[in-house]
């Protein structure tokens, strides 16, 4: 199995429009944790994969995308300070195509 990392991806995007897209391409890559953040476990193809995407989407000059790599998914346990609604980290789920 290929290694994966740990990532926050947050945004701000000027177009609705945009937004909608980006929002829509973030739900097939990682968990919607908040309006413009998903927490994603990637590999090192998923993760180009995901930057090409957002930037065929993105007005560079316009709008804005963070991707922090928090480290390797599997020897991180996300320390979070959680106000409101519980957070919990993303585990491993096997998906079949």
């Not at 991707?67 to 919990?88: F, K, M, Q």
Request: proline share 3%.
């Amino acid at each position: 199995m290929p290694s994966e990392r740990l990532y926050i991806v947050t945004y701000d995007i000027a177009d609705r429009k945009r937004w909608r897209k980006v929002f829509a391409t973030m739900e097939g890559f990682g968990r919607w944790l908040q309006l413009s953040v998903f927490q994603c476990r990637l590999s090192a193809r998923r993760r180009g994969e995901l930057s090409a995407r957002l930037s065929d989407i993105i007005r560079k000059d316009e709008d804005h995308v963070l991707i922090i790599d928090v480290g390797p998914a599997g020897n991180i346990e996300p320390h979070v300070e959680s106000l409101g609604r519980s957070y919990s980290a993303l585990e491993r789920k096997a998906i079949v195509i």
